[in-house]
């Protein structure tokens, strides 16, 4: 069988396997969510995002299309610009749903037939290659992110990085500035899918070259380190330049963030995560689901048979240079990864650990711990790879065929995930996706119920699913808050905080001198459409929009109760 060949073989089968995971979306892809909550909504949002502004001329970084009148500064959110101009087709056609789904099995079998293609460069046997790229692209990382972290899935990039750093500081074949292009080109994809993804990537590729300086210390000369120098001296600038646009919005732009995002100290990894499977395992454990905050960045397991097995491929090849660097790379980015502070079995204590120090920096501050897993995954793969294929070029895999095929199962099946993911029907009100929707002017502004906001982000789906027709007050955004660190909880108007009572079962019993405020508010943002959707509370706000603007809806269709106002509503001066 030929290279060609097995690799079609390989990506295929890991294809089908990301197709397996996500198969009940298939049932209706344009219209099934893993939730119309949370992070889902949000993530649909921003793949709608991108083609609305290229093609529609708004930027792309900045909206003003939530949060009104403040907007958001996106560069300051998972925004993913890269996935949703590539995948614009599928957006336009079968909407965002479709385009987040697709792109989550890429994530899968696209990150698997990365780490597939770099180990082949130590380790050219293809049940070599196979496994590491099942290992990193169906990893327990890859599964809990799966959970509801789009941006933080695609991660095909990481291995590519491995192979352009190995290029330029070891076997240094190609030209520098060569090297230094493809490395600023892959960066700045990486920049435009998930800007956190680059900067672990960044630290942890910091921490290689030091781990391979000392490894190789007597072998470094002024001509390999002039080479080294140039080629990333060349991926410097090209990247500084080609994301000059991006990152100055971002860190001078409007809506800029200037202190830390959230706490991140939280999100760290527990010291018995490696061999503590987790709800997304078939053999996992609910007590772990608090780990790391919540289930899906507790993405640190490996399972004690795989460990083990790991840990004596390490030492027996040790002599194998590649794999004594990614076996100790491994050791130090888990130990980064265990955060500021030691936890162990979901309990924090006092303990400072060297992430510490990496958390003082600027920038880095927002970076959570756990997630460096995806790292010591990563090594793994490299060291089983190496491993398998020196066993097998020596022959101990075919004598010893039912040890190692017990081995094997041993080493697999604590790692197999719960699948499939679980889908649902969004359920998105018919009035979005429909021509009622028109009746809206373009661009204007709409006063929603529900507005959007954590955890009910579902009208940001809706807004994604009308094709961008109106602004919204509310959005589950990270955006500039207080000192200028970052809050999702950006501007709440005077109609979020009264109808927010009737989402939350209250009876709605608004003063008169509030009423006239949202009048006000009207005014002031020039309100043309008030769209009430059904569900818990709707009928306590239509009562108030209908007394607040004297007279009933103007249409209830498509599971919507709408007011369109052509002219702002006159408000009387505010009491006191």
């Not at 049932?27 to 995002?49: E, F, K």
């Not at 385009?99 to 293609?117: D, E, I, K, Q, R």
């Amino acid at each position: 069988m030929s290279a060609r060949v097995r690799g079609l073989s390989a990506a295929l089968t890991y294809l089908w396997l990301a197709v397996l995971l996500h198969a009940s979306a298939f049932v209706d892809l344009a219209h099934r969510t893993r939730c119309a909550c949370g992070d889902q909504p949000q993530t649909d949002w921003y793949l709608g995002w991108t083609p609305h502004a290229v093609f529609g001329g708004h930027s792309p970084w900045t909206t003003d299309y939530l949060l009104v009148p403040d907007g958001v500064n996106l560069m300051w959110n998972t925004l993913m610009p890269l996935p949703g101009l590539v995948f614009a087709p599928v957006t336009l056609l079968w909407g965002p749903m479709a385009t987040h789904t697709l792109l989550a099995v890429l994530g899968f079998a696209g990150s698997a037939m990365a780490m597939w293609w770099a180990v082949g460069r130590w380790a050219p046997w293809w049940g070599a290659r196979f496994a590491a790229g099942l290992l990193y692209g169906f990893s327990p990382y890859l599964v809990a992110q799966g959970a509801g972290h789009l941006n933080l899935e695609l991660v095909m990039l990481p291995p590519i990085v491995l192979v352009l750093a190995d290029e330029l500081l070891v076997r240094q074949r190609r030209r520098a500035w060569v090297a230094g292009v493809l490395l600023a080109l892959v960066a700045l994809s990486q920049l435009l899918i998930a800007e956190e993804v680059l900067a672990s990537t960044f630290v942890v590729a910091l921490t290689g070259v030091v781990v391979l300086l000392w490894q190789r210390r007597r072998k470094v000369d002024r001509g390999r380190l002039r080479h080294a120098v140039i080629g990333l001296g060349t991926a410097a600038a090209l990247l500084t330049a080609t994301a000059a646009w991006p990152l100055w919005v971002q860190f001078f732009g409007r809506g800029r963030v200037t202190a830390p995002v959230q706490d991140a100290s939280p999100y760290a990894a527990d010291l018995l995560g490696m061999v503590a499977p987790t709800v997304h395992q078939l053999l996992g454990i609910s007590q772990t689901s608090s780990w790391g905050v919540n289930d899906s960045e507790n993405g640190s397991y490996l399972g004690l048979p795989l460990l083990m097995a790991l840990c004596l491929l390490a030492w027996r090849f040790r002599s194998v240079a590649v794999v004594r660097f990614a076996a100790v790379l491994a050791a130090v980015t888990w130990v980064m990864s265990l955060g500021e502070r030691l936890h162990v079995a979901g309990r924090a204590y006092d303990v400072p650990l060297p992430f510490d120090l990496l958390s003082q920096l600027p920038v880095l501050h927002n970076l959570a711990a756990v997630r460096l897993s995806l790292y010591v995954v990563l090594c793994a793969a490299v060291v089983l790879a190496v491993g398998l294929d020196r066993l097998h070029a020596q022959g101990w895999l075919r004598r010893h065929r039912p040890a190692a095929a017990v081995l094997a199962l041993s080493c697999l099946l604590p790692l197999v995930p719960d699948a499939p993911y679980s889908y649902v029907d969004a359920r998105t009100p018919s009035y979005f996706t429909t021509a009622a929707i028109r009746r809206v002017p373009a661009g204007a502004v709409a006063f929603t119920y529900p507005v959007p906001r954590y955890p009910g982000s579902a009208p940001m789906l809706w807004q994604a699913q009308s094709e961008f027709r109106y602004r919204s007050l509310g959005g589950y955004v990270i955006s500039r808050g207080s000192g200028g660190g970052g809050t999702f909880a950006g501007r709440v108007t005077v109609w979020e905080r009264v109808v927010g009572q009737a989402s939350r079962g209250q009876p709605l019993d608004v003063p008169a001198q509030v009423q006239r405020r949202i009048l006000q508010e009207m005014t002031e943002l020039h309100v043309r459409a008030v769209l009430v959707a059904d569900g818990r509370g709707a009928d306590d706000v239509d009562r108030l929009v209908a007394g607040l603007l004297g007279r009933p809806a103007d249409e209830h269709v498509g599971g919507v109760s709408a007011w369109y106002v052509t002219a702002g509503p006159a408000a009387g001066p505010l009491p006191g």
